[in-house]
């Protein structure tokens, strides 16, 4: 969208990357993002910020919605957070979603459906998890007992999962925030694609931790709360996987029947 008569100077800075595609990327990377949140990261004025959020909401590319406000909220009406859209996200993912869904429906019918095949869909998640967890491991272990969330986030984000750790709202331990997830669209469909990264964060972390929300099951953020505990390195880990998994009881990811 063009502004007739205008030429905003942090467009014409830019160059090739324009303004309304920073904002989202910020979006993106960061989780939903207030206009405050967002002008003081790129370094634009909130005028400016909100101009392109007008145009990106018209392209249904992000969408606003209430912030979430933890402990006693003060006076006035919390400000609104931007969220990426499924359509916003479309623009930045890579992968093949269709390709991806019709060979975890070949693999579930080919183990016999119904039961059987949702533990095949598990076993390829589980063993999908365990493949590309190598690194992820590795960066775990070389971190400080106190950085594991933080090396574990980074590692991610190398990924493409846009992921951040911090503390907790009630201070007992870590979110670990995956602001991007390539698979959102077929996690919607088997959802034992986020209970296997779960289970593989708990065996990595050596802790029970939980899946508080989910990209695939609506939410802005996959969000993992890990204890203090295993940030602070109180929990021994083997370096053998656990044969009992560490599962949330969460139904973050799942799909309401």
């Known amino acids: 969208m063009k502004y007739v008569g205008e030429a905003p100077q942090e467009e ?20 939903p993002s207030t206009v405050s949140e967002l002008a ?10 909100r101009r392109h959020l007008d145009a990106l909401v018209a392209d249904s590319v992000v969408e606003p919605r209430e912030q979430r406000v933890y402990g006693s909220r003060g ?7 931007f969220a990426l859209t499924d359509c916003g996200r479309d623009a ?18 080919a183990a016999g459906g119904g039961e059987k ?7 390829f998640a589980r063993a999908r998890v365990a493949g590309q967890g190598e690194g992820y491991r590795q960066a775990v272990e070389a971190a400080d007992p106190d950085r594991r969330t933080e090396a574990l986030a980074r590692a991610l984000s190398a990924d493409g999962y846009a992921a951040t750790a911090r503390s907790a709202p009630n201070q007992q331990g870590e979110q670990l925030c995956q602001h991007h997830c390539p698979v959102a669209h077929v996690a919607e469909q088997y959802p034992q ?37 295993a940030s602070s390195g109180d929990t021994a880990r083997s370096s053998t996987p656990q044969t009992t998994h ?9 799909n309401p029947a």
């Open 12 to 31: 014409l800075a830019t160059g090739e990357h324009s303004t309304r595609n920073r904002v989202a990327r910020s979006i993106l990377d960061h989780g």
């Open 40 to 49: 003081g990261r790129l370094g634009l004025t909130q005028a400016a910020v």
């Open 75 to 81: 006076r006035g009406r919390p400000a609104k957070a």
């Open 92 to 109: 930045f993912d890579q992968s093949y979603d269709k390709l991806a869904a019709d060979a975890l429906h070949w693999i579930s019918k």
């Open 117 to 123: 095949g949702e533990a095949a869909v598990a076993a």
């Open 193 to 229: 694609l986020c209970e296997a990264e779960t289970e593989f964060f708990s065996d990595l972390l050596g802790t029970h931790v939980q899946r508080l929300a989910t990209i695939a099951h609506g939410d802005g953020v996959c969000t993992t709360f890990i204890p203090r505990s």
């Open 246 to 254: 560490h599962v949330s009881e969460s139904n973050a990811g799942r």
